[in-house]
């Protein structure tokens, strides 16, 4: 199968394409085909996932790294985890934006009144 078709069948991006690309040429540095089976589709299931946790290139070949060894799931965790603090951080920032924006308003309805 081809990424066109993985694309059109399966709705994977091209960003998700190009991470799967960067994984395989470390993972198995042999030429590798271009196309793909149905094997790859786990993997690049789990790519999409984590794209969608905003993981980066370098985060989703970590953890990818750690996926071909079940020792790892200690690493997979402690990935996750720190993913899950950043998130959390951000959302507690925008938090704090909502409340000054919040206050704002208040002030303005208040010098209206």
């Known amino acids: 199968m081809t990424g066109a078709e993985l694309q059109r069948q399966y709705q994977i ?61 200690n690493e997979r965790q402690r990935l996750l985890t720190t993913k899950r603090q950043v998130v959390l951080a951000s959302i507690h920032s925008c938090e704090q934006q909502i409340a000054a924006i919040d206050y704002l308003r208040f002030k303005i309805r208040e010098e209206q009144n």
């Open 13 to 73: 991006s091209n960003q998700v394409l190009q991470d799967f690309a960067a994984w395989r040429a470390i993972a198995t540095p042999r030429a590798a085909s271009p196309d793909y089976t149905s094997a790859d589709l786990p993997v690049l299931r789990l790519i999409t996932q984590l794209r969608r946790l905003g993981f980066t290139q370098q985060e989703i070949a970590a953890y990818l790294r750690c996926e071909a060894s079940p020792a790892a799931s």
